[in-house]
């Protein structure tokens, strides 16, 4: 495969298995564009033109703090693949450059999740291998809007899930997730930041990463704003 789309590959970033795979193509005006691509498949078909109608092309080139701007969806006939293209900022993997991690970029994602929730959208693919970061800092969340297709295809990094999230990959009768535990998934992301930058006599962080991480969903914030 050389090109997808209308743009022209340069590289693989990732391969997140046989049906994903994270690309850094150019398009013919020279402008850089991560793209990810979906093979077509009759077992999720239905899965992806769903999250693509209502997940994702309603977010299509909107600004949203702490997330790659998406900024083109398709279907490429040539290599039978599905295609979601993102803004590139030069960045990598959080797991990879974890000392990269700020508490600004902490801060710009809930921004940006408290913003979705306003929106009544909620449950985002929040862990250090899909968050990207750059040299200077600033991290964004990819793959808005396929939460539930990384379930499917058990991508998902269980240890930043939420106990009450991990119950219900089993058992999807149990309640759904909810903005909670997005708000758990992100504290637990950046929470070795937190802890090896902070004062651990620090009430304040103390309670935030107490009040977050607990357990029971009740017990959390309600708020992000909290």
Partial sequence: MEKIGQYNIIQKLQELNDNLSFWSTEKNDGQT?????????????????????????????????????????GFDTENQVYFIAYENFGGQPLNEIYEYANILSLKEIAKGLDELKKDN???????PKYISANTNGTAKVRFIGLFEFFKFENLLETEYLSPNVAEWLNDTKKPRPNFQDDIYSLVKTFEQYVQNTYNSENNVIDEILRKSLCVKRTERFSKYHE
Avoid: C, H, M
């Fill in 33 to 73: 564009i991560e793209v990810l691509t979906i093979a077509k498949n009759p077992n999720y078909d239905r899965l992806i033109d769903r999250l693509i109608l209502n997940e994702i092309r309603p977010l299509l080139n909107k600004d949203i703090s702490g997330f790659q701007k998406i900024v083109e969806t």
């Fill in 121 to 127: 959208r909620q449950t985002y693919i929040i862990s």
